[in-house]
């Protein structure tokens, strides 16, 4: 349970030492007001920031904490001059004092660190190069005595360098920034879990919604693992509600996907500040139902920026301003939005600047001479944003919202009123849902793939399915008795839907830029797929406007034993 706000408020701020593991202790650095005035903070419960160590035959400190805590986080730690190894699970500037008097105490300390973050240690600390090693994914860390260490690179926009931590010897996982929640107590394990889902709904909405994408693809890297709890950076340990806990953020990066309105949101942050801006514009759009897709384009390709811009209803760009001009990520991300948004989407603009801010003159200049029109004034913050600021930035992202939904419901075509029964009956019929896959098949040396989810098994023994296809799906492709097909399960959090389509003629080929090898019955396999059936028509029959295809399973395979399987969720039962 919390602590009351009156109490918290009169408590000083102090590190909570326990130990959690065969040789290792979690180091809470506790405050009990609210820390810091970004929205993640406003509930106002306080937090911990929270550190590991684990003391083999070698040492190792995970994430230290931000410079508030350093006095007495290092008075508590004790010992540290002979740590071995620092381990950042993200490169935090609030962290770097800390970290600067950790290196000049303890001198033969290694930092380890993704690439990203190391090439921002880099550029900030030349003289720290010899000191930084560099992990990728299922590289290890021998402490002895039983603790191998393994590393899992989790990059989202918002930390690309995000690196979480595996000990094979506790078979305790450190999540950093995952599972966690921004609530101060004496509690350190989650016990009375329940009592904590409302915080940590807010924690994930605050930090996780917008990239729900990444979020979805670090689970399922995350899951592998045997661990029996989670050590995230704030809050408790996760150990009592960890099934529960991993089943609620798919839940809710599930919902997020789910919203009928998307907003892509593209920046690039120079010191940080736009990044702050960004997460409070897509609070004010998330708590008004929209779904939103952060994009860091200093770390995504040009074929990412171009899907999220073409998919969305609306997109919001930011930059910070770099010697008087926007940084070359910013230029490529606005000349993919003239070239590939059409000119009905809602746009905005934000930024953070020193001096003159020319880089949200040129967004605001060529957005509007491209005739988009402006969901909310365009915001301008001179260096860092404040309380105040961080709340308008946090009113546009609503004011945003509800111009986005009003001009969504003026072209939206009135029903006549005879028919509302029958878009009531539509809206039901939609809410069955089934899982999305795509069928291959072939004509020739020529190969075809559709989208469809409208699939089910029909039989038992022999396995069979039942598939439903229209015309327009290529179902002339399985006209006879004997014409064979791949049935390719898509996992969720993988984009290979994109390449295909609920409609599709002869003539097309979706596999040309996707990875695939052919099945014995000469059909394509995605290798992307969660599993696939090789199967075979056995009967057929037209049945309004769709032919029935009975085929039978002659084998099966699956590809990733972990995924989820993709659903698709409709709306309305009389579309696709």
Known sequence: MAIPTETQTTRPRDVQMTEIGSETLMLRSRTWDRLKFEVEYARQKGTTANSYLIQGEKSALIDPPGESFTEIFLKELGGWDELDYIILGHVNPNRIATLITLIERAPKAKIICSRPGANALKAAYPQWAEKIEIVRSQDTLDLGAGHQLQFIAVPTPRWPDGLCTYDAGSRILFTDKFFGVHLCNDAYLDEDWKQLDSDRHYYFDCLHAGQAKQVEAALDKLGVFPAKCYAPAHGPLVRYSLSR????????????????????????????????????????????????????????????????????????????????????????????????????????????????????????????????????????????????????????????????????????????????????????????????????????????????????????????????????????????????????????????????????????????????????????????????????????????????????????????????????????????
């Open 245 to 576: 806990f991993s089943y609620d953020y798919r839940t809710w990066c599930q919902q997020q996907k789910s919203q009928e309105l998307r907003v892509a949101l593209l920046y690039a942050s120079a010191y940080g500040n736009t990044t702050t801006i960004a997460n409070a514009i897509a609070q004010g759009l998330i708590e008004n139902n929209l779904a939103v897709e952060a994009i860091n384009c200093e770390q995504a390709d040009a074929e990412e920026i171009t899907r999220a811009v073409q998919d969305c209803d609306g997109f919001i760009i930011g930059s910070p301003t770099l010697g008087g001009h926007a940084p070359t990520q910013i230029q490529t991300a606005l000349g993919i939005v003239l070239s590939a948004a059409t000119k009905t989407k809602l746009a905005g603009i934000f930024g953070s600047y020193g001096w003159s801010g020319e880089a949200i003159d040129l967004l605001e200049s060529k957005l509007l001479d491209a005739n988009y029109r402006l969901g909310f004034s365009p915001l301008r913050v001179r260096f860092s944003p404040t309380e105040e600021t961080l709340q308008q930035c946090q009113e546009a992202g609503r004011e945003f919202a509800r111009t986005l939904k009003k001009k969504k419901k003026l072209q939206t075509p009135r029903q006549a009123l005879t028919e509302t029964q029958i878009d009531r009956t539509e809206q039901a019929v939609g809410r069955i849902i089934g899982s999305l896959c795509v069928v291959s098949t072939r004509l020739g040396d020529t190969h075809y793939g559709v989208l469809t989810s409208l699939i089910s098994q029909a039989t038992f023994n022999p396995p069979g399915l039942m598939l439903a296809l229209a015309e327009d799906q290529n179902a002339d492709l399985l006209t006879m008795n004997g014409d064979r097909f791949v049935l390719n399960i898509l996992k969720e959090g993988r984009d290979v839907r994109k390449h295909f389509s609920y409609r599709a003629a002869t003539g097309e080929n979706p596999f040309t830029q996707l990875e695939t090898r052919t099945a014995e019955n000469g059909c394509l396999i995605l290798n992307d797929a969660l599993a696939y059936l090789e199967c075979t028509v056995q009967e057929r029959m037209e049945c309004g406007d769709r032919w029935l295809i009975y085929a039978t399973i002659d084998k099966g395979e699956v590809l990733e034993a972990t995924g989820v399987t993709a659903i698709a969720h409709r709306k309305s039962g009389s579309s696709y």
